[in-house]
């Protein structure tokens, strides 16, 4: 399943009102499971850019796609946001026959 696929269904097409405008679907995989983000931009309260990452696991065994809001975070910088991205796929998890 493709990463724009996961999000759209785990937030049900909508959008962050903060930031509106995605720029780019990004995703992580192992061989049990698919960690999709999402970078998208708006405006701050002064109008600054904010880039907002959005992140959601799918579990292949289950076809669950579970929101990962603890992995979802703001940044006023797009190097800092695509640096969080990159770091994303140490938050997959083994699956259980390469313990």
Do not use: W
């Amino acid at each position: 399943m493709k990463a724009k696929t996961l999000i759209k269904r785990a937030y049900q097409g909508q959008v962050n009102p903060l930031t509106p405008e995605v720029e780019v679907y990004f995703s992580v995989e192992n061989d049990s499971e698919m960690i999709a983000s999402e970078l998208s931009v708006g405006n701050g309260m002064s109008h600054d850019p904010i880039f907002g990452v959005s992140v959601v696991r799918y579990v292949k065994k289950t076809r669950e796609i579970v929101r990962e809001p603890e992995l979802c975070k703001c940044f006023h910088d797009k190097k800092a946001a695509y640096s969080h991205i990159k770091g994303l796929s140490r938050y997959l998890r083994m699956s259980p026959e390469m313990r």
